[in-house]
């Protein structure tokens, strides 16, 4: 370059040596323009010796030349080196990820804003029977039961409103078998540089065995544990929901006839059987949507939502019967029992509409047991 000053020539393969090793190759790349640049110079070489002047001056504008690539070079690897660190750390970060996503017995799904499936964990094959690869593109609400896809809605636009902030929602989601399983799904909205939601990340857990247990405990908590039968406490609260809907109907209460005789004479046991007896030919007996319970030692609730009181009488008097027609074992012997039941029709007040049962009950006893009447 002793005719054209091509000074840029040099700076080009100090710029791939930057961007090909780094910090080390910028280094060693602007030594090298030193080294190779300062012997020509001095020696009256190359781009530099085409300026008038003398050595000295030709020196200091070799050393601003020199600074320049250097000036050049360095912020360029510096900000390769910061990128490639972040490159590592998205990488580690993403292996990590995919690391606990693939073994993890949580279905973990990546969704778009409109529910579009981007990626679900293999979890799904072990939990649900699906290939992950062909639910992608699907939207994963068509995946929850339709009698809980409101629930899951609200939750969706709730994570896409406000981004960072988790939402939680159980449901209930079919398997490919056709199977039904629960979920609690946490679902979070990832926000894009705006700060508007770009996507969610679900990460969805199988609760069916926590549901088993609660709908158990929640069994027992309203059953008579010696009839099966629902207890006061259900009574109580199926009487409270009727009011509410305002569908009307009756009530009818049951006591059996001189039970406290077949407890003396043939013992507790005994007692137990009439008891079970009872409650099982009240299950026969009774209609479709009908609650029966056990309010008390001896006596029974039936309640008839949205009967007439004519057909809570039917419904009564065939109970009635079927009780006083069957033959029960008592110990070593078999005998029949009666019962006695009071009706009312359901009003506004839950107490009086009981005390009016229990009267009309009180009558039927009067008159001389196993039979029926009506409340005043």
């Known amino acids: 370059q002793t005719t054209i ?17 780094g910090r080390l190759g910028a280094a060693v790349s602007i030594v090298c323009v030193a080294v190779i640049g300062g012997v020509l110079t001095l020696k009256g070489f190359g781009p530099v010796s085409l300026m008038a002047g003398d050595v000295v001056a030709r020196v200091q504008f070799f050393q601003f030349y020199l600074a320049t690539t250097v000036m050049t070079a360095l912020p360029v690897s510096a900000d390769l080196a910061r990128r490639n660190r972040l490159y590592e750390r998205l990488r580690d970060s993403e292996a990590r990820y995919r690391l606990m996503t693939d073994n993890s017995t949580d279905i973990v799904m990546s969704l778009n804003v ?20 062909r639910l992608v593109g699907r939207n994963a609400i068509d995946l929850v039961l339709e009698a809980d896809r409101p629930a899951v809605a609200a939750a969706h636009r709730a994570a896409v409103a406000t981004p960072g902030a988790t939402q939680i929602v159980e449901f209930r989601a ?23 939601a770009s996507g969610l990340v679900n990460a969805a857990r199988d609760v069916s065995h926590r549901k088993q247990l ?32 305002e569908q009307g109907g009756c009530v009818a209460i049951f006591d059996i006839d001189h039970f406290k005789a077949v ?15 009872f409650a099982s030919l009240a299950r026969g007996c009774v209609r479709e949507g009908d609650l029966i319970a056990r309010v008390g030692g001896e006596e029974f609730g039936i309640v008839l939502p949205g009967a007439s009181v004519d057909q809570a009488r039917l419904v009564c008097e065939r109970l009635r019967a079927t009780v006083a027609d069957t033959a029960i074992a008592l110990g070593d012997t078999r005998a029949r029992i009666t019962v006695s039941a009071g009706i009312a029709p359901l009003a506004a007040d839950a107490d009086a ?7 009309a009950l009180y009558q039927a006893k009067r008159a001389g047991r196993n039979r029926l009447r009506l409340a005043a």
């Open 5 to 21: 000053p091509l000074l840029f020539v040099p700076i080009l393969p100090v710029i791939l040596a930057t961007f090909q090793l």
């Open 114 to 133: 409109d529910g579009t499936i981007r990626y679900t964990s293999p979890s799904i094959t072990q939990l649900g029977g699906y290939v992950p690869e």
């Open 174 to 196: 079919r398997m490919a078998d056709g199977s039904l399983r629960w979920f609690e799904a946490h679902s979070r909205g990832v926000a894009d540089a705006s700060g508007a």
């Open 214 to 245: 609660e709908a158990e405990l929640t069994s027992a908590a309203l059953t008579d544990p010696l009839t099966g039968l629902a207890n006061r406490r259900r009574f109580d609260i199926q009487l409270a929901d009727i009011q509410q809907t």
């Open 263 to 277: 407890n003396d004479r043939h013992g507790h046991q005994a007692g137990d059987d009439v008891l079970r007896t």
């Open 353 to 359: 509409v009981l005390k009016a049962a229990d009267a």
